[in-house]
């Protein structure tokens, strides 16, 4: 199914991939394993009522992740094109469109009356959030496939050879840039870093996790959450691909395909606790709790005081699950076939199922509390909101 394959970039000759068995010619897609787990009943305690859709367009030919960005009761949403848009969030109805003329392939970030975004030329863009105007435009090392995350000074961009680029946030001028060194064979989407204003945390397709000064790039420290293993270069494969969480009381969690889950001491990167697990998706935070999807589509919680976990949901093994949206007492995850699941934050039972369609959800949904929206692989933004089922 497309967009759901995990898809890798080569900096070797295209031949060497005939090499192995499960690469897909030169552009490296991995095939689902394990074979996803058919959907069987559930009693459902809760709906998803649509409220409202809405076709932004494709997302390219290659399922570029260009993630919707929600600020100020406003919803962005661009397509693999360029075409930019903007919704109210309550009621779905169009403020402006602006065609801004390049290949977007990022997901969108909002904040303070901007937008950024990256592009497949290795632009970032620095856009109006009132009319999607241009602020400034930018040139990073290669093209942006993770959305481009902000402090008060600078933008943080990760583009997809790994290479860290700050941007003033004012101006797009380069602050500084930090290249890390590369395997041969890496997930196609690098990690997101995770910034605030001292510091910014960036994982690395090398396996290695690392904390920066943000006003001169220097690295305060680094460590290695994935060591390669194995006798083929997709055994070995190591990447930091989520993004960080960092937590109000300082506690920085991270994971690794291939590698660990860990909770780190933000000043020193020593950890304080960790688990073996494979993941390329982003763990999330909530109420002393860590959810994380790992690589199977297991769905597991944990204390995230001391990593001890609380419950695993491996009812959707295999479905290619997003990272969840926390809502309330309830997660919600995207799979491959296009299904939103509901799930009971305290327990892992299902509570809830609906097909939006749209070849697929691969994107992790957004909330502004009353509403979930959804950007599905063929391009649809869709409003839900959830609701008691009646007996």
Request: with cysteine.
């Amino acid at each position: 199914m497309a967009g759901f394959t995990h898809v890798f970039n080569r900096t070797a000759l295209c031949a060497a991939a005939a090499a192995i068995a499960l690469l897909s010619g030169c552009s490296g897609s991995v095939q689902p394993d394990p074979a996803p787990k058919p959907l069987t009943h559930i009693t459902e305690t809760t709906r998803l009522e649509g409220l409202w859709s809405h076709g932004i367009g494709s997302l390219g030919r290659a399922d570029y992740p260009i993630a919707p960005a929600l600020d100020n009761g406003m919803l962005y949403a661009a397509n693999a094109n360029g075409v930019l848009q903007a919704f109210q969030a309550d009621n779905g109805r169009q403020v402006w469109e602006q065609a801004l003329h390049v290949p977007v392939s990022s997901p969108i970030t909002a904040d303070a009356g901007q937008l950024y975004l990256g592009t497949r030329k290795g632009e970032v863009l620095a856009l109006d959030a009132s009319n999607g105007a241009l602020r400034w435009r930018a040139q990073v090392a290669s093209e942006v496939l993770t959305a481009p995350q902000v402090n008060s000074q600078l933008v943080l961009v990760q583009s997809g050879d790994g290479t860290l680029t700050a941007l003033d946030r004012l101006t797009g001028h380069v602050q500084w840039v930090y290249a890390a060194s590369q395997p041969t064979l890496t997930l196609r989407t690098p990690s997101t870093p995770r910034t605030i204003d001292p510091v910014t945390f960036a994982g690395f397709s090398n396996g290695r996790l690392a904390l920066f000064a943000n006003n001169d790039g220097h690295m305060m420290w680094d460590m290695r959450l994935a060591i390669p293993r194995g006798a083929s270069e997709i055994d070995q494969l190591t990447d930091v691909s989520g993004q960080p969480v960092l937590t109000e009381d300082g506690h920085l969690f991270a994971t690794s395909y291939h590698g660990q889950l860990v909770s780190l001491n933000v000043r020193t990167g020593e950890p304080l606790w960790s688990h073996d697990l494979s993941s390329y998706r982003s763990p999330v935070y909530a109420n002393g709790t860590l959810y994380v999807v790992d690589d199977r589509s297991h769905l597991i919680a944990f204390d995230a005081a001391n990593g001890a976990p609380h419950w695993t949901n491996d009812k959707l093994e295999g479905r290619n699950l997003t990272a969840p949206l926390v809502i309330g007492q309830q997660l919600v995850v995207g799979d491959q076939d296009g299904y939103l699941h509901v799930i009971n934050a305290a327990t892992g039972e299902l509570e809830g199922r609906r097909k939006a369609g749209g070849n697929g959800v691969a994107l992790t949904p957004l909330s502004d509390g009353e509403r979930i929206f959804v950007m599905t692989q063929d391009g649809h933004l869709i409003a839900y909101r959830l609701a008691t089922r009646n007996a």
